[in-house]
């Protein structure tokens, strides 16, 4: 099946740096990847759609100046927040659609839980 | 997106059959309705999606009602391994766009 890996799969950083986080489609090529937070005890929220050599797309409420995403091959994603502060600790999580199909599902990586002290 | 409703939890013996309901009384026709499970501190993993027939694969089994505005996730033979969050979700473009709305859930527990 689809495999979507993410990495690093944890990660503590202090207050005011920045972090990168990966997500590659291991056996598929994507040319869309997503990328969702979950708080504690909540449910997942898609935070900005990637998409291979063009702009990213947000949604409403995701500072697209300090939640940086570039798509720079048809298998990589990466997500960098920036400047992190101890409100931005979550879980976030990348996924793709592995068919071509516009009802095709997502398949989801591990997540990379995120701790900014 | 249609709005779907599940309990908020089940439990189920482990070894029996655990049969998730999901009620989406808005469905559009063209909205497939998809299961993805979470684990606790895991990415969601996709299980099974259908238009209006029933579906089987090597983890679950979805049946949906004739008007389709409800389904049933089964998962034949529950395991320890299966406790976790299920999540129904109804949508045209489940993939491709995305912007799948995971709801809350039902927080399955299988017990031993």
């Known amino acids: 099946g689809a495999v979507v890996s993410q990495h690093p799969s944890w990660v503590i950083c202090k207050s005011g740096t920045s972090v990168k986080i990966e997500c590659r489609s291991l056996?598929?090529?994507?040319?869309?990847m997503f990328w969702y937070r979950q708080f504690p005890k909540q449910s997942l929220m898609l935070m900005a759609t990637?998409?291979?050599?063009?702009?990213?797309?947000?949604e409403q409420g995701v500072e697209k100046d300090k939640f940086l995403i570039n798509h720079a091959s048809l298998t990589l994603s990466t997500l960098t927040v920036t400047s992190a502060h101890p409100e931005d600790s979550s879980f976030y999580i990348c996924?793709?659609?592995?068919?071509?199909?516009?009802?095709?599902?997502?398949?989801f990586g591990n997540g990379t839980r995120l701790t900014v002290t | 997106d249609a709005k779907t409703t599940q309990p908020p939890s089940m439990d189920c013996a482990e070894g029996r059959a655990a049969n998730l309901p999901c009620n989406h009384s808005?469905?559009?026709?063209?909205?497939?309705v998809y299961w993805y499970r979470q684990i606790h501190s895991q990415g969601p993993q996709y299980i099974i999606h259908?238009?209006?027939n029933n579906e089987t694969n090597e983890m679950a089994s979805l049946i949906i009602t004739e008007d389709r505005k409800s389904s049933t996730l089964i998962l034949p033979h529950a395991t320890l391994r299966d406790t976790a969050v299920y999540y129904c979700?109804?949508?045209?473009?489940?993939?491709?766009?995305?912007?799948?709305?995971f709801g809350k859930g039902t927080k399955l527990s299988v017990k031993p």
């Open positions: 996924s793709a659609p592995s068919g071509g199909l516009n009802n095709s599902p997502l398949h």
């Open positions: 979700i109804a949508s045209n473009y489940g993939g491709s766009q995305g912007n799948l709305i």
């Open positions: 259908g238009l209006k």
């Open positions: 990637s998409n291979e050599g063009s702009k990213a797309t947000y």
């Open positions: 808005t469905i559009s026709g063209n909205e497939y």
């Open positions: 056996d598929f090529q994507a040319t869309t």
